[in-house]
Nanobody
Framework: QVQLVESGGGLVQAGGSQRLSCAAS????????MGWFRQAPGKEREFVAAISWRGGNTLYGDSVKGRFTISRDNARNTVYLQMNSLRPEDTAVYYCAAAETSFYTVVVRRTTNYNYWGQGTQVTVSS
């Protein structure tokens, strides 16, 4: 079992930056692909970013490309999401997830392919 706990959410002004962290426990996640998703009220959960085991491959949703950066520190069992140039439409609950994959280069986009999820952290961007 893998437990994931997100932190770093809060209120930020439009144009600002924020970094989210996802701390894993229970098992090392060095052999899991990791991802970030978000869900705004009344909307479906949306893919934000994903990263492979060693961080060599990343993938971003179109709405955050060029503004957000996903990274990981396997020694700390932690994944990060650096968010820059934030917009009011980025307001959502942000979730971290872990996926069991068979190869170290794989990145995962679909929610159904993730095995473990955190409880989420609220990010609110004011205009």
């Amino acid at each position: 079992q893998v437990q994931l706990v997100e932190s770093g959410g809060g209120l930020v002004q439009a144009g600002g930056s924020q970094r989210l962290s996802c701390a894993a426990s229970g098992r090392t996640v060095s052999s899991y692909a990791m991802g970030w998703f978000r869900q705004a009220p009344g909307k479906e959960r949306e893919f934000v970013a994903a990263i492979s085991w060693r961080g060599g491959n990343t993938l971003y949703g179109d709405s955050v490309k060029g503004r957000f950066t996903i990274s990981r520190d396997n020694a700390r069992n932690t994944v990060y999401l650096q968010m820059n140039s934030l917009r009011p439409e980025d307001t959502a609950v942000y979730y971290c997830a872990a996926a069991e994959t068979s190869f170290y280069t794989v990145v995962v986009r679909r929610t159904t392919n993730y095995n473990y999820w955190g409880q989420g952290t609220q990010v609110t961007v004011s205009s």
